[in-house]
């Protein structure tokens, strides 16, 4: 299994980016699909989440409102819209899989830099 996540870079706060995640290896419909991120001094956190089988969603509440998680099942690929860009949005970002009935996130990706100057 392979995540390659894309779509990181430098942003001014108020701005917007989309992440992508290309996934392979494997059919991903009992899989649940994630955005973490880290920052620097910062444990990673989880971002958002999407039920690869039927789309539900979950968004941190420190995103709510401003990302978007979403997926495309014919391009086995997820994203992430982020808009309204934060300085403290800054972060690497990586995508994940795992189980939808584990809890284990088996997969990452290798991570992408998102920069948001004030």
């Known amino acids: 299994v392979q995540l390659q996540a894309s779509g990181g870079g430098l942003v001014q706060a108020g701005g917007s980016l989309r992440l992508s995640c290309a996934a392979s290896?494997?059919?991903?419909?009992?899989?649940?699909m994630g955005w973490f991120r880290q920052a620097p001094g910062r444990e990673r956190e989880l971002v958002a989440r999407i039920t690869w089988s039927n789309g539900n969603t979950y968004n941190a509440d420190s995103v709510k409102g401003r990302f978007t998680i979403s997926r495309d099942s014919t391009q086995n690929t997820v994203y992430l819209q982020m808009n309204s860009l934060k300085p403290e949005d800054t972060a690497v970002y990586y995508c994940?899989?795992?189980?939808?009935?584990?809890?284990?996130?088996?997969?990452w990706g290798q991570g992408t830099q998102v920069t948001v100057s004030s």
């Open positions: 994940a899989a795992r189980p939808t009935y584990g809890s284990i996130w088996h997969y």
């Open positions: 290896g494997r059919t991903f419909n009992m899989y649940t």
